[in-house]
């Protein structure tokens, strides 16, 4: 028989994972590293390339930071079971990301945001709410945040270098499972939120991208 967990287990559940999300090499990912597998470039990266590429997995890293909290809070409110299971079940695709852009991060010589911490906390209480809103309206925010997200990952397809086939590798596979979740997320009912919803949720992770690329 499955043990019900109590709100306190849940709690203390989240509280383990949020620190296998911010310390680093804590998170272990469960599928090989797509980069592992790209085609060797016979062309090196300049150090501008580098540096620039470097941010943009910075930013990417820190979504997957986000993403981390927020279906953490989702699931620690959602109000039916398959909401929780497919929330925690999201999460724990996203903990691949987290784990691979750490990763191509430590290859490029970088590190990831100082300020993780705090966009954890803030995407935490935001899922938490919608959560508590209900599970068409938790659900609907995954779908437009997965939006954004693959957007994010589209424009950065678009920069990242031909000759970085690593990276290239990491983003092309992380799009493909945002794309499903978002996916998942209204075929389980989630509310399809409004354009000028959509807009104020870009205004706002246009704030993380900038501070992430450098901090």
Not at 25 to 30: D, E, I
């Amino acid at each position: 028989m499955t043990r019900q967990l109590s709100f306190i287990d849940k709690l203390i559940a989240n509280g383990d994972q949020a620190l296998r999300t911010l310390v680093p090499t804590a998170a272990t990912a469960h599928r090989p590293n797509p980069a592992k597998t790209a085609p060797p470039s016979d062309q090196p990266l300049t150090a501008e390339q580098q540096k620039h590429i470097a941010g943009l997995m910075r930013i990417n890293h820190t979504g997957e930071v986000c993403a981390q909290a927020l279906y953490q809070g989702q699931a620690l409110t959602a109000k039916q079971d398959h909401v929780q299971q497919e929330m925690e079940q999201a999460a724990q695709e996203e903990v691949d990301h987290l784990v691979w852009c750490e990763q191509r991060l430590n290859q490029l010589n970088s590190r990831t945001s100082f300020l993780n911490p705090v966009f954890y906390a803030s995407s935490f209480t935001i899922g938490a709410l919608a959560g508590i809103a209900g599970d068409k309206w938790s659900l609907g925010f995954v779908a437009a945040t997965e939006d954004q997200v693959c957007q994010h990952l589209e424009d950065h397809l678009q920069q990242i270098p031909a000759n970085d086939t690593e990276s290239r590798a990491i983003l092309e596979t992380m799009l493909v499972d945002e794309k499903a979740h978002g996916t998942q997320a209204l075929n389980a009912g989630g509310h399809v939120f409004s354009a000028t919803a959509k807009k104020a949720m870009t205004a706002m992770s246009k704030v993380m991208t900038k501070t992430a690329y450098n901090i």
